[in-house]
């Protein structure tokens, strides 16, 4: 297998509104608001206009781009045997994604990712984790890691107990380990376990400018750059309008972004930007033809509603 997936299992329920309900329900603009009580997460989606469900979470969402590109893919994500959880499963399947979990019923739900998207296309999420948090080493089976050239992870997983202990699994039994940082929220949480996985443990980090700037408190870019000279790993950055980056030791490749784009929601912009560089890197492309890769996938997906091409 090419790629195995680590990451929460998330139905994504895609809603539009409008800036007053962002503002009205204190939620930040552009990141990701956890949601621990379920009634709370219903109460917040109960009048919405639901646009579309589908089988994400951040990981997911980068295997299902991976495997529409022709890589042998699979996934570990943990959901219970509930109506959400049987949508989240038809929905890899149809994929052609190798799901290496057997689910069964749980006091928890499957979790559920409410994606807002504003006038301005930008995404706000809250998500209820569910079932889906409570991942743990015995739900990972070295099996499927060994026989995988490389494992992604995603930050949003990590925490402390269970799913900390689920990732050392993953990444101790790892042939090379990609994982992307996630979310600035996320980073600020666990900046200080974050920043021991990109300096010791992790082959490729995946960030966005602001969350490798939060991890290593840098003034500017230039911190970044020399940061990431020192550790000598792979770091693959996007910046937006500034296009992206990628750095491994002295070496540093650069891309613009693509011109003259309809833009309708960003909602997985960075997921399937991650899906065509690791295509690229699985492939034996030129590290220049990585960063093509995954600015066309991501291109792509901000031109559709939705993280699925």
Known sequence: MKILGIGNAIVDVICKVDEDFITQNNLSKGNMKLIFD??????LIFNLKIEKTISGGSVANSIVGLSQLGNVVGFIGKISDDKLGEQYEIGLNKENVNFFYTKKRETISTGTCLILITPDSERTMCTFLG????????????????????????????????????????ISNAN????SLSDKFCVDRHKSHFLDLVKNK?????????????????????????????IKKLLVITRGKKGAISICGDKIFEIETQKNLKIIDLTGAGDLFASGYLHGFLNKYSEMDCLKKGTEMASKIIQQIGARL
């Open 131 to 170: 079932i889906a948090g409570k991942i743990n080493e015995n739900d990972i089976n070295t099996d499927n890691i060994k026989n995988s050239e490389i494992i992604f992870l995603e930050g949003y997983l990590w925490d402390k107990g269970d799913p900390k202990k689920a990732f050392d699994k993953a």
């Open 38 to 43: 379920e009634n709370e997460f219903k109460k």
């Open 202 to 230: 992790l082959d490729i980090t995946f960030a966005n400018e602001e969350e490798i700037m939060s991890l290593i408190n840098a003034k500017n870019f230039n911190d970044v750059i020399e940061f990431a000279k020192k």
């Open 176 to 179: 090379k380990t990609a994982m």
